[in-house]
């Protein structure tokens, strides 16, 4: 007879490794391994082994995934890039059939080319916001793909459409869609902070601030890196201000329907979050539940020589929301160098997902924290509320980030390959079992 003491233990071992292996013994925090190779997908684009950059991650219903940024198409100046467009199934592999093998790659005979917004429309069509530069001029652009990944040629002219919000130009930020199907899109330009509404079919709304153009002045030096819709139809945006030789603080504006500044909101539409004397810096803005503001970004003080991430909540009408934080602000000093974060996502129990990078002394790695409703991390979520992966030797970063219908986040990205960069996807859980429409999904 076998000796069932020494065989139990064997087989319990086995057991063990095969539910780690499936995801059903992982924890918050933990990589997916279920997704792409223990978790994550890289790929260089076009083997050329230069650089790759994701912008934006959007997540359909099923779980499948589109990305948008750029490839390099020459390794030395001027830079050459050309806009990208790629499709992942739903476990983090190549979705083959999408465009040329996965991904439609745009090349217009421009110096930089990028992608930085996705938006799928009702029929199934794919519009990508990004940034041109034909003749040394920024613009606004759009491109719709058809959902095989090829371009819809019944879209503005070609499949295309250029705007040049000012004499000087512009840079699309990001971009999202309003009850009526327009697209509002955001970026930078002469020092000011720019919106275009287009209608469904990329001409623009005429009956929008000048001819389709708002250009908000607010008296210095404005950037914008988020924005958000809120239910009301009024439009938050978030970005920073400076003055030449002055400290760069963080900036939060609700602008009305209209392109009016929303004089509701600290009575003038705006407000200057100086949460330092030297950088500050909003990266992402969500509207929570209570109409309550919630925005993220990077803050350094002169006397110390690395960023760290800062979270801050606003009651409706643009003043501190004392509940959370110290007096409505938290900060969290996570590597031993710089931390940067780029995207938050909320979750259906009101917990908040920040993503971005922590430097370790040697090099960045993807970072995630999750914090609670308070702004305190939540300790059940990876490591004390943070999640460090280093995705290669090199320097790591997330872009991105979306929730899949059943809750678990995946977060999209760069990561160093000897010299150059690489897309990068990895998936997490998060302990949440979702359906569809308990997703918090950013446009």
């Known amino acids: 007879m076998k000796n069932v003491s020494r065989v139990l233990p064997c087989f319990i071992l086995i057991l063990s490794a095969i539910f780690c292996r499936s995801g059903l013994a992982q924890q918050p925090g933990d990589l997916d391994l279920n997704f792409g190779t223990d978790g994550i997908t890289m790929l260089d684009v076009n083997s050329m082994g230069l650089d790759d950059r994701v912008n934006i991650v959007y997540v359909f219903e099923a779980g499948d995934l589109l990305i948008g940024g750029r490839v390099r198409t020459a390794g030395f100046p001027p830079y050459e890039s050309d806009k990208l467009l790629g499709k992942f ?37 794919i519009l990508c916001g990004g940034t041109s530069n034909q003749s040394g001029t920024y613009q606004f652009m759009l491109a719709q793909f058809e959902a095989n990944g090829q371009i819809n040629s019944d879209f503005g002219v070609d499949g295309f459409v250029y705007t040049t919000p000012i004499m000087t130009g512009g840079v699309l930020t990001t971009m999202t869609t309003n009850t009526q199907g327009e697209v509002l899109a955001i970026g930078s330009g002469g020092s000011n902070i720019l919106i275009a509404k287009y209608n469904s079919d990329g001409t623009l709304e005429s009956n929008f601030g000048s001819s389709g153009i708002i250009n908000l002045d607010y008296g210095q030096i404005e950037s914008s890196y988020d924005m958000g819709l809120q239910t009301n139809g009024k439009m938050l945006i978030v970005g920073n201000q400076a003055v030449s030789g002055e400290p760069v603080d963080a900036l939060v504006s609700r602008v009305n329907s209209d392109g009016s500044l929303d004089t509701d909101f600290n009575d003038i539409g705006w407000i200057n979050l100086a949460l330092s004397d030297n950088i500050d810096q909003c990266s992402s803005v969500i509207e929570l539940a209570d109409e309550k503001i919630l925005v993220s970004g990077i803050t350094v003080e002169s006397e110390i020589s690395s960023f760290e991430i800062f979270a801050v909540r606003l009651m409706p009408d643009g003043s501190y929301d004392s509940s959370f934080g110290t007096n409505g602000i938290a900060k969290y000093d996570i590597g031993a160098g710089d931390d940067y974060t780029t995207d938050m996502i909320l979750q259906p129990d009101g917990k908040a997902i920040i993503g971005g990078s922590a430097n370790d002394g040697n090099d960045n790695n993807f970072c995630l924290i999750r914090i609670n409703e308070d702004g305190s991390l939540d300790q059940s979520f990876g490591n004390n509320g943070v999640v460090i992966t280093e995705v290669s030797t090199g320097n790591d970063g997330i872009a991105s980030m979306v929730l899949q219908a059943d809750g678990k986040l995946v977060v999209a990205g760069s990561a160093r390959v000897g010299t150059n960069d690489d897309i990068a996807l990895a998936r997490y859980h998060t302990g949440l079992n979702l359906s569809v429409n308990d997703r918090d999904e950013k446009p």
């Open 89 to 125: 199934d739903v476990d983090g592999s190549l979705v083959t059939g999408f465009g040329q093998s996965g991904f439609s790659i745009i090349n217009l005979d421009e110096y930089s080319q990028s992608f930085s917004a996705i938006h799928v429309t009702t029929d199934g069509k």
